[in-house]
Each structure stands twice: as structure tokens, then as C-alpha cells.
């Protein structure tokens, strides 16, 4: 990853050095000299929502300040390459970003992914719905293409073991997104559970509510046969995992349909899961998940959401609007404005030094990512780079690896919900059973289905 990326050694031969450049306080300022600066050309799979409150302002900011670390040195992420579908997001963007960001080259259609894996990029960012994960993780690990993957990673085992097997295959990084994990309430959480503060998570209740605008506006092209668990949900599977261990012994689910797509149709508003798992004590603890897309657009809360979590020694209670801002401008909120703003997720402000920021843990989880990349690939000796890897792939928290029982907590959901759609209510899924590591069970049926045969 030493050498510049095509694109970039053609601007060098023109004149006009990208690597010398930075932006600061909005001033554009020539550098002397970047003999040891790195580069790690990146490319991005989806540029709706999630692109630009979390990779847009990474990536601006990577492209006026580049990342660094004095382990890995300067390093430049200039986004080079996007793939879309129509392509039409990506031209609004490059026409409103200007400067602040590098010129990408935009590929569209049905080989948009192929032709970006090949234009030499060295890291791939995906975050389209869903249901198209795995195609394109699948292609950018096959080109030998560090991966950063959004929220669920894939919706089966069998599509992770397939990934996993990838990246191991072709020594590189395959990672995802949660960024609620860096959320500094539930850091603060995991700190008292590993610190032995909170002992033994007897059950928990989380609850996350969009508005109408997301699964009617905002997701409307993609959400037919989707439901809001899998999307929102996942957030918290993940967090109850990553903070709590154990083991994923069975999961549960119902849901409600009829506003989003027909009330006899595949496409859920709401739903609600519990899982259950076991430690290594014996004992167990349940926890209810409860997720939906269709609350009121004017709804105070805009994006509500709240956890409790009860321990034998206490109670653990969050809520986005307890903790954080209530704003009102006339003619603006809720509707075009939030009336709750979380500014530890992202937010826009201006720094008492006069320069304009984006930050927040949504952006701090991609940077993490690249910073782990860097470390990979410039932290040391190439002689010593497999170790580097190996150490990286060890962080539990995004590693696709580690991401076992919460994509088996989504396949389950997956299962459960298909069968309700088509009249077969109160399904359960058991995990590591007899018969195979995940299986569904049917209310009077005799002869479970298996979804996946190994263990999870």
C-alpha cells in the first residue's frame, strides 16, 4: 500500500500534488514537503442517509487533515472512488462538496462495485440496505480489499462464514459498523459491568421509534419485505452481546403490519424480540427488544430511544431525550429541525477557534476503522504485518468474526418474521440445539427446520 494510488499519480504529474495540500479554518495551504506521507485510497458502496451524517464528514476531514498516529505516521484517505446505483447522489454531493473533498470517480450501474474494487482502491466502505450487503462485501473481499461493512454485517451465518473465510484468505481486514458502541453512555455501562461494579444482568428492555419519514421517505425504495428489527434492532443485539458475554441460547419475535406495506404482506412497521442467553454461571437473563418506523413525524423524540438493564445489585436506565437537548424554532422543528439533538452521535458546530466541525461517535467509529487499516498496514515492518493483523482482527467490537450470535439473532428474526407473514405465528428459534446450531421450531410441527448446521 506504499505506492499512490493512479488516479493520484496522474494529478501529481499534472502539477497538482493532493498530498500537499490541507484545509484549515477554510484556507487552502500548501505543505513543503510529504515524502512520508501514506496513502489509503478508499472507495464507498452507497451514499444515502448514512453516508452523509457519518463517512461525509470522515472523509472531509480525513482529506483536510489526513489521520495520524505516531505509530503509523501521516496517512492520506482520499475517497477515489463511489458506487451507486443511478450515480445521481454522488454528482449532487461532488457538486456541493467542492474542495473539501478529493475527486472521485463515480461508477454506476449493475458493475458499478466491480469497476470500483478494480480501480485500485485499497479500502471499501459499504452501506446500502440490508438485503445487499453480502453481494458487495463479497466482491471487495474477493479483490483482496479491506472491508468496512454498516449495520447487520449479512442476515445468515452462512453469508458471514463466507466473508470471514475471504479475508482470512486474502490477509486483510473485514469490519462493521456499531457505532452505538462508542455512544459514551453505554461505554460508561460496559466500564461498571467489566469493572465488577454492576454484577450479573438479570434482564433488560430496549426500545428504539422512527418516525414515519424514514420508512416512508427515506428507506421507501428498499423496505418491501424489510422490517425495522433487523435494521434498528442489531444495534442493540450487538451491545447486549459485546457488553454482557454469554451465550445466545434462543430468540422469539411478533410484529405488527399495515402502515408501510399491506397487513398481510412481508413488510413489518414495528416489531418485538426477545432474546435469551445463558452464562457461564448457569444462570440466564431475557431481553426485550422493541423497534418501529411508523411513530408520527411530529412525535417530540423524533428518533426515541431508551434501554434498562436490571443487575443484582442495580439498575442501569437510558433515554436519548432525558440526556439530551430540547430545541423548538418556529416553523422548523420537529419537522425539517429535531426537537431532540443527540451531539454525542454527530453533530455540525462551530469551534471556539472559528473552524466548523462534524463530530460525534458516528464519525469516530469510522475513523477508528481506518485507524486500525493504517496500523495494519504502515505500523511496522513488513515482515511483522500478519501479526498486526491478527492483533487487529482480535477487537471483538467490530470484527466480522466476532459477530457470530448477532447476525444468528438476525437470521432468527429473519425466520420468525417470514413465518408470521404466511400464518405461522409464535415460531422460536433455538441456538447450538441437537439438531443443528440454529433451528426454528413451529407450533405443532414435529420436525424442526434447520437454518444453519454448524454451531454459532
Not at 10 to 39: F, I, P, Q, V
Not at 184 to 200: Q, Y
Amino acid at each position: 500500500m506504499g505506492s499512490a494510488h493512479p488516479t493520484l499519480r496522474k494529478s501529481r504529474e499534472a502539477g497538482c500534488d493532493y498530498s500537499l495540500w490541507r484545509w484549515g479554518a477554510g484556507t487552502l495551504a500548501r505543505m513543503n514537503s510529504a515524502s512520508s506521507l501514506h496513502e489509503i485510497p478508499a472507495g464507498m458502496v452507497g451514499m444515502g442517509m448514512i453516508f452523509d451524517e457519518t463517512y461525509r464528514p470522515f472523509f472531509e476531514r480525513a482529506q483536510a487533515e489526513h489521520v495520524w498516529d505516531r505509530r503509523f505516521g501521516e496517512v492520506a484517505v482520499p475517497l477515489v472512488a463511489v458506487a451507486t446505483r443511478t450515480g445521481s447522489r454522488a454528482e449532487r454531493y461532488r457538486r456541493s462538496a467542492g474542495d473539501r473533498i478529493y475527486p472521485f470517480h463515480s461508477y454506476t450501474g449493475d458493475d458499478s462495485i466491480r469497476d470500483l474494487v478494480k480501480s485500485g482502491v485499497k479500502v471499501a466502505c459499504v452501506a446500502t440496505p440490508d438485503n445487499r450487503h453480502f453481494d458487495a462485501a463479497k466482491q471487495v473481499l474477493e479483490a483482496g480489499v479491506h472491508l468496512l461493512i454498516e449495520k447487520p454485517s449479512v442476515l445468515s451465518l452462512a453469508e458471514l462464514d463466507e466473508l470471514d473465510r475471504l479475508a482470512r484468505k486474502h490477509n486483510v481486514l473485514a469490519k462493521v459498523v456499531y457505532h452505538k458502541l462508542l455512544d459514551p453512555d453505554h461505554k460508561r455501562l460496559r466500564t461498571l459491568v467489566a469493572d465488577g461494579v454492576l454484577s450479573h444482568v438479570n434482564n433488560g428492555y430496549c426500545s428504539l421509534l422512527e418516525p414515519k419519514s424514514i420508512s416512508g421517505g427515506q428507506f421507501a425504495e428498499w423496505i418491501t419485505g424489510r422490517n425495522p428489527g433487523t435494521y434498528v434492532a442489531v444495534h442493540y443485539i450487538k451491545l447486549i452481546d459485546f457488553t454482557f458475554g454469554g451465550r445466545l441460547i434462543s430468540v422469539t419475535a411478533r410484529g405488527q403490519r399495515g402502515l408501510v406495506g399491506p397487513a398481510d404482506g412481508p413488510t413489518w412497521d414495528s416489531c418485538q424480540m426477545r432474546l435469551v442467553y445463558r452464562y457461564d454461571s448457569g444462570r440466564e437473563a431475557a431481553f426485550d427488544i422493541h423497534t418501529s418506523w411508523v411513530t408520527p413525524d411530529n412525535f417530540p423524540g423524533y428518533v426515541e430511544q431508551e434501554v434498562q438493564f436490571r443487575f443484582d445489585n442495580g439498575v442501569w436506565n437510558g433515554h436519548s431525550r432525558k440526556r439530551g437537548i430540547e430545541l423548538t424554532v418556529e416553523g422548523k422543528t420537529p419537522i425539517t429541525m429535531k426537537t431532540t439533538i443527540n451531539t454525542h452521535y454527530n453533530g455540525a458546530g462551530l469551534e471556539p477557534w472559528g473552524e466548523r466541525t462534524q463530530r460525534g461517535y458516528g464519525v469516530e467509529v469510522i475513523e477508528r476503522f481506518f485507524r486500525e487499516v493504517a496500523m495494519v498496514e504502515f505500523g511496522g515492518p513488513a515482515s511483522e504485518r500478519a501479526a498486526r493483523l491478527a492483533q487487529a482482527r482480535g477487537l471483538l467490537y467490530n470484527d466480522l468474526a466476532a459477530d457470530r450470535q448477532t447476525v444468528a439473532a438476525v437470521q432468527a428474526l429473519e425466520a420468525i418474521l417470514a413465518d408470521a407473514a404466511v400464518g405461522r405465528a409464535d415460531s422460536v428459534v433455538h441456538v447450538n440445539a441437537a439438531e443443528g446450531g440454529l433451528v426454528l421450531y413451529r407450533v405443532g410441527e414435529g420436525k424442526p427446520v434447520v437454518l444453519h448446521e454448524g454451531r454459532v
